[in-house]
């Protein structure tokens, strides 16, 4: 069962794992953000796709991003050159990046270094780039508009977000590899990873949506899993910049930007958010309660084969 | 006493560090090839000029190159992801090369990153490239150009060399802290590096023969050091590379090189070479025969006080 999953970083990736595990070999596509990729250093990072790819290898970090067993020693380099060094790149991972910029500078399609890379780290599935065009993910402040990264590691999430926006979106195009995994995709997954600045630089592709759309006209489901639980983001800041943002930071409030979208036919929420349940069934939802915490990697796979049932299932 | 070195890589680099530390902090003002220069990995590096630069900050690695204490992490997530790592670069001096490129890429000067670069490393001398305009030694052998990096470190100097080119020369300029460094010299030193791969390029910069001749006019004395020693080359291939080019692989074809650009007003040649002294002579040089082997700290002084004594002395 072919299946196309959109993801951010690490909770997005938890849940490709458990995708990647369900499901035959080769039989999983998945469509990272670019939205918070940056340029440091002269090296051109790729969080999210990092994320889920070394994730999907086996070699993640403890805290679910960077490499397992990492060393620090470019860092203290660089911090002993006077850098700042607030964007931590362990050694091996800045390999990763001296590939991907070495070959992105000889003219190669970001997509094409991403499946060379996942080849390389000998990853089942494909990780594909949302697109081969910059987009960066922005923030405004009270203190004005802040590189996503900035905001994100630098500043800690601190700062109130009052706006996002994804510059370079109008311009970027689908690429040839997405259009073709939507065209043979049987199911399409949105991964519980931040609904505004993760899945939303995915759908701000123009064409993405349609590309969904399309597949849906063909019978194929689309499920969404909730990445707030109980009113809090599982990670990172979803939970308070929906807040600040005028949205209501709960599975109900991520249920309602899907369905604004007309992504999904159905969303799984946790079953400590079982009281929501009827409220995104009025939007038009098929709504699947479960456990939606992947605290391990057998809850991955679990969590997985709810999703892989529920785009089977016609409520 | 303001003085000028003109400097390949580890030889350079110790003749540069017995007179840095024989000289008043600030005198000593080193120009280094930039001939070996290569782009490898998305990296600029600058291998001769970075080796001076460790060794003046006294953290050179025990070869006399590369930095001291050195870990290999990037290198081997290069080599997991298959890419060629014959030239090897060691963590920390990642850090450095990360730093240059980035400014580089940010629009710096090559000169203004250097001079950066050394501060923040507590060099107390100046470390110049050449030129600020890119220039690419390029040796023929029997198969053809090869790029120098390529037959000195991949080919490890195994073919002959038949022919060598600066590619990029004609179009060079000196630079603005080069031409300053020889209107303020008050003595200048062509170190016992390489004479056709080192010196060779640093001389091929327009306008470099005529700032050192311009010094001299004024009074300014030039004293050369061979770097073959009992028609051995102490370090690197100069030996072969002259004997193949057809030219004496001895201190007196040293010699010779450098009396056919009217560059130097004396030579140091080893006491080894003592019988070549005569004929050193006859191309109008003045000869000092001394310890040219450097083989610890204080042989490097003592041979910097020799150069020293020697840009001071009419014969």
């Known amino acids: ?64 991003w960077g490499l397992a067993g990492e060393t620090w020693h ?27 910029t070495e070959r992105l500078r000889r003219g190669k399609r970001p997509t094409e270094v991403a499946v060379e890379l996942s080849r390389a780290l000998g990853v089942p599935s494909r990780v594909l780039p949302m697109t081969d065009e910059p987009v960066r993910t922005r923030v405004r402040s009270d203190d004005g508009w802040l590189d996503f990264q900035d905001y994100f590691v630098r500043l800690r999430q601190a700062p109130d977000v009052l706006e996002v926006r994804f510059e370079g979106a109008e311009q970027a195009k689908l690429t040839p590899e997405v259009a073709e995994a939507f065209r043979t995709a049987e199911a399409i997954v949105v991964a519980p990873s931040n609904p505004i600045v993760s899945i939303g630089p995915i759908l701000a592709v123009p064409g993405m949506l349609e590309a969904i759309a399309e597949a849906r006209r063909r019978g194929v489901r689309a499920v969404g899993v909730s990445g707030i639980v109980g009113g809090k983001a599982l990670r ?80």
């Open 236 to 315: 990172g800041p979803a939970d308070r910049m929906m807040a600040s943002l005028g949205e209501e930071a709960t599975a109900l409030g991520v249920a309602r930007r899907y369905a604004a979208s007309q992504l999904l036919d159905a969303f799984l929420i946790d079953r400590l958010d079982e009281s929501l349940a009827e409220d995104v069934r009025s939007l038009g939802l098929e709504v699947v309660v479960t456990d939606t915490v992947m605290t391990d990697a057998s809850a991955r796979v679990r969590l997985a084969r709810d999703v892989l049932a529920a785009t089977k299932a016609q409520a």
């Open 74 to 100: 470019v860092m203290d380099g660089l911090t002993g050159l006077g850098e700042g060094t607030w964007f931590r790149l362990g050694d091996k991972d800045i390999a990763t990046h001296l590939y991907r």
């Open 1 to 64: 069962m072919r299946v196309v999953c959109l993801a951010g970083g690490v909770g997005g990736a938890k849940l490709a794992d458990g995708l990647q595990r369900a499901l035959a070999p080769g039989e999983l596509t998945v469509i990272a953000n670019t939205g918070d990729d940056l340029e440091r250093h002269s090296l051109m990072i790729c969080p999210d796709q990092d994320t889920v790819m070394y994730t999907l290898a086996g070699v993640a970090g403890p805290e679910g």
